[in-house]
């Protein structure tokens, strides 16, 4: 089956700089990958996401790019702000049902 | 729209108890599944449903059971509960036909003594 890996899992910037977190997967027929955000005691909540067509995304201060050569696919998090301090998982879907495989997950802290 | 809700929020059982921790939607969204989520491990999947009638198994299936019967509800049953199942479980859904999002519950932290 599909297999997600997340680097790093934990990351500290100062506020205004830029966070990256990288992902890799091991199914070329993965065609789906999204991005969710996790505050702590609450739910995740989808931030941005890519499709196995697009090599790039972007959504204000977020940005995803995807290299399926490689397969490995990236969020990038531009003008920190404390408020983007969470959990960051990578996800991605292969075959036609929802059976989507997360990595472990990055806990973002921005310092004021 | 409520979205994706479930119960119990907080769950205590004994080693060996049975329990069924309940979802439902109201997005008539064809694809739901269970998720649980244990410290550095992400969210694995448990069971998923793609239309009321139809499962299978994800990652993790082992010590869980699970029914479609609605398209609404996707309860998950704990057979014989153990230490090894405290976590936190989310439900999930979403819509085969409009984006590939999906939907989280509030979860469910279940601890198993």
């Known amino acids: 089956g599909e297999n997600v890996e997340q680097h790093p899992s934990t990351l500290s910037v100062q506020e205004g700089d830029s966070a990256v977190i990288k992902c890799t997967y091991s199914d070329s027929a993965s065609n789906y990958f999204p991005w969710y955000k996790q505050e702590l005691g609450k739910r995740p909540q989808l931030i941005i996401d890519i499709r196995s067509n697009v090599g790039e995304k972007k959504d204000q201060r977020i940005a995803v790019t995807l290299n399926k050569t490689a397969k490995h696919f990236s969020l990038h998090i531009t003008e920190t702000q404390p408020e983007d301090s969470a959990v960051y998982f990578c996800a991605a879907r292969s075959g036609g049902y929802q059976k989507v495989t997360f990595g472990t997950g990055t806990k973002l802290q921005v310092i004021p | 729209n409520a979205g994706v809700t479930q119960t119990p929020k907080f769950q205590v059982l004994k080693t060996g108890q049975s329990m069924t921790l309940q979802c439902a939607q109201d997005?008539?969204?064809?694809?739901m599944s269970w998720y649980r989520q244990d410290p550095g491990m992400g969210l694995r999947l448990i069971h998923y449903s793609v239309g009321a009638g139809i499962t299978d198994q994800g990652e993790v299936p082992n010590g869980y059971n699970v029914s479609r019967s609605t398209t609404e509800d996707f309860p998950l049953r704990l057979l014989s509960a153990a230490p090894s199942q405290t976590s936190v479980y989310f439900c999930?859904?979403?819509?085969?036909?409009?984006?590939?999002?999906?939907?989280f519950g509030p979860g469910t932290r279940l601890t198993v003594t």
């Open positions: 997005m008539n969204h064809e694809y």
């Open positions: 999930a859904s979403s819509d085969r036909t409009g984006g590939n999002e999906q939907y």
